[in-house]
């Protein structure tokens, strides 16, 4: 009887590996409420600290915001504002649709500032002509290709808005991997940052694309977060917000499809960490495989309803918009002022050194875009940025092991991995006129600075962690 019982025993011990060791997270996984404090002082406190920190960033974005040094690709969108007045008449046969105006850049940043122009009751008023780079600033302004001062503003305080609703996507990325302070640091970082303060001023669609792909982002954490739940249902739901904003973002430029490819990405983690943990629920596998994909379909599907180049000739048309961009990021390198007569791109290893030394090595000068600058010989942010990574790595290893679960943490690395590699890509030209390149990799630099800083707070706070 003994020996019986004793292999039951054994046989309990023998299955116990074939349980799922997966800890499911609690109700409601990316709520952001529930990472406040659970004091009513503490929530005050957490309120009053977003709102300063917001307001520090507003403040430094809006009144400086007419004395920002005026950039040609102003012109530019500025002039492509008159799409919106074609698209308001219905004037969808007028030529332009097929020109290379339409064919540059896709609609989204064209619809939103002929919308801010129109609000403002300037949209007449836009530039007749986009600005020669080759003519002299007298020759343009004399042409009628420099925006008057009220469109100008029009368009900067909506790239400002953009900057704040960007911040505000960063905010809620930083606080889903960590906490509260976590985003307040990540905001205080990009209020200070030159280049964010920079592009946030001008009547160009960076910050503006850069809102959609951040919101992407934290549909995408969403995302792997609700398969943890075994919420399939919701995660559906918000694949198809990934692909609406994946086509926002890619119908504003269309380095914005980097949206698709990190939901590719993310969808092949979860499967790969799946098999690792043994956790392979048929559900969350299907999600994981056809969710991605499909969202590419569906994005490109709206992509072509704002483009009406590509609606009437899909391929043709696509090819055309792509191949016209590969064109004009081949021949930046001649046609730049400071960089006339170099031959051919730069190599792997010169952009890795731009980007290193304009972001993460360099000291505070105007042609570098780093945040908090070097201490003597210590490169500061490069060695608050390694800090929030081995914490970050860190932290998704433990998810791992103890909750055998990708959290939301593994995706924010694999967008920290593709900015810093897209960067590496398109950065053909190291020059203040391309500054903007560099803009990619501001958000995620915070949102990794922010990342060690803001654990130490939160742990000292005893404030909520955020589930996997």
């Known amino acids: 009887m003994g020996t019986m019982d004793d292999s039951k025993d054994e046989l309990r011990l023998g299955e116990l590996p074939a349980i799922s060791a997966r800890v499911a997270p609690p109700e409601s996984p990316d709520r952001l409420l529930g990472l406040f404090p659970k004091t009513a002082v503490g929530r005050v406190i957490a309120v009053v600290a977003i709102l300063i920190v917001f307001g520090f960033l507003g403040v430094r974005l809006f009144t400086n915001i007419d004395s920002e040094t005026f950039h040609g690709d102003e012109s530019w969108w500025l002039y492509y504002s008159r799409f919106f007045a074609h698209a308001v008449r219905f004037d969808f046969s007028n030529p332009e649709w097929t020109s290379d105006a339409a064919v540059d850049q896709p609609t989204v940043g064209k619809f939103v500032f002929g919308l801010s122009l129109g609000l403002g009751g300037v949209l007449a008023q836009a530039p007749t002509e986009r600005w020669d780079f080759k003519k002299s600033a007298e020759w343009n302004v004399a042409d009628g290709r420099m925006p008057n001062h009220d469109v100008l503003r029009a368009g900067r305080e909506t790239s400002a808005i953009f900057a704040l609703l960007a911040a505000a996507a960063v905010f809620t990325i930083a606080c889903r991997i960590s906490g509260i302070p976590a985003g307040l640091v990540a905001v205080l970082l990009l209020a200070c940052n030159p280049l964010f303060l920079r592009c946030g001023r001008r009547a160009m669609p960076d910050t503006m694309l850069l809102f959609f792909v951040l919101v992407g982002v934290d549909l995408i954490v969403r995302f792997v977060r609700r398969l943890n739940a075994e919420e399939y249902a919701r995660a559906a739901w918000l694949a198809a917000g990934v692909a609406v904003v994946g086509a926002l973002a890619t119908g504003t430029k269309l380095n914005g499809a980097i949206v698709f490819f990190l939901f590719i990405a993310a969808g092949l983690y979860v499967i790969v960490q799946g098999f690792f943990g043994h956790y392979v629920d048929r559900p969350r596998i299907l999600l994981s495989v056809f969710a991605p994909p499909a969202s590419v379909i569906a994005g490109f599907l709206l992509f072509a309803l704002m483009n009406p180049i590509v609606l009437l000739h899909p391929i043709d048309g ?25 031959a051919g791109e730069p190599t792997i290893g010169e952009r890795v050194s731009r980007v290193w030394t304009r972001t993460l090595y360099g000291e505070r000068k105007p042609e570098n875009h780093v945040t908090i600058g070097r201490w003597d010989i210590f490169p500061l942010d490069f060695m608050v940025f390694v800090f929030g990574m081995i914490a970050l790595l860190a932290s998704e290893a433990i998810s791992w092991a103890v909750e055998r679960l990708p959290s939301g943490r593994g995706v924010v690395i694999l967008f920290i991995m593709a900015t810093f590699l897209a960067t590496l890509y398109w950065l053909r030209v190291d020059s203040p006129r391309f500054d903007r390149y560099y803009l990619f990799v501001i958000p995620s630099i915070a949102i990794a600075s922010a990342f060690f800083p803001g654990e130490i707070i939160r742990l000292s706070a005893r404030l909520p962690r955020p589930a996997a």
């Open 318 to 342: 696509s090819w055309k918009m792509l191949s016209w961009r590969l064109q004009v990021a081949h021949a930046q390198a001649t046609t730049d002022p400071d960089h006339i007569g170099e």
